[in-house]
Each structure stands twice: as structure tokens, then as C-alpha cells.
């Protein structure tokens, strides 16, 4: 019996440099943001990353 993922095919964390293409921001923006507080990410293997649910979050469509 195999288990469907909810976002199977899809990357569980962006890069920065993923998030702010995505977002239509410069990378800078997304600095200022995780700085002060309104974008979440987390450290993975020492490098920064925005979770997907994050980035669904900001763009309005929920953290599923």
C-alpha cells in the first residue's frame, strides 16, 4: 500500500534566489523579510531555505 504525498514532485524548500524569482522580488527583499520577521525559513545543511507552505502562504494560497 503506498501512501500519495500532497505536493509529491514538488521541492520542499527554495533557495532565496528561488524565492524572490518566484516572488517578482529582489533577493534583498527576501533578506529584509526573513530579517524582520514576515517570511519564515530555516537553516538546511548550513544553507538558508523558504519551505514551499511558506511561500504558498505569502502568495495566498495556504499551507495546504
Known amino acids: 500500500m503506498t ?20 516572488l517578482g522580488v529582489d533577493r534583498n527583499e527576501i533578506h529584509r523579510a526573513i530579517r524582520v ?9 548550513s544553507r538558508l531555505v523558504i519551505p514551499a507552505a511558506e511561500l504558498r502562504r505569502v502568495l495566498g494560497g495556504g499551507a495546504r
Open 37 to 45: 520577521g514576515t517570511l519564515r525559513a530555516e537553516r538546511r545543511r
Open 3 to 22: 501512501k500519495k504525498l500532497p505536493d509529491a514532485g514538488r521541492p520542499a524548500f527554495y533557495s532565496l534566489a528561488d524565492a524572490a524569482w518566484i
